[in-house]
Nanobody, 122 residues
């Protein structure tokens, strides 16, 4: 059974940072592209960042130069470092695993985590 479990969300002030983690089990981690999506209230879920291997990455324009996706294949874990957070980053953040081209072209991943809330507010 595939499981993706996010952690690290919470409340942070504008300009602050958070690091999300996603621990996975039940899948061959190194064979999957990993990504982070988010869904804000009243908005569609969007891809924030995706990574295949340790080199090729894709970021939404709104988070470029602020967010960094990384992965530890030995720990089967993917991370999202979020810096310079602003209220528009408030959303539920979802970890995902799938095929890289499917994810970056909007066709979605194969597996989802349950999500973790990130709230940016003073």
């Amino acid at each position: 059974q595939v499981q993706l479990v996010e952690s690290g969300g919470g409340l942070v002030q504008p300009g602050g940072s958070l690091r999300l983690s996603c621990a996975t089990s039940g899948l061959t981690f190194g064979s999957y592209a990993m990504g982070w999506y988010r869904q804000a209230p009243g908005k569609e879920r969007e891809l924030v960042a995706a990574m295949i291997t340790g080199i090729i990455t894709n970021y939404a324009d709104s988070v470029k130069d602020r967010f960094t996706i990384s992965r530890d294949n030995a720990e089967n874990t993917v991370y999202l470092q979020m810096n310079s957070l602003n209220p528009e980053d408030t959303a539920i953040y979802y970890c995902a695993a799938g095929v890289y081209l499917m994810m970056i072209t909007g066709r979605g991943p194969d597996y989802w985590g349950q999500g973790t809330q990130v709230t940016v507010s003073s």
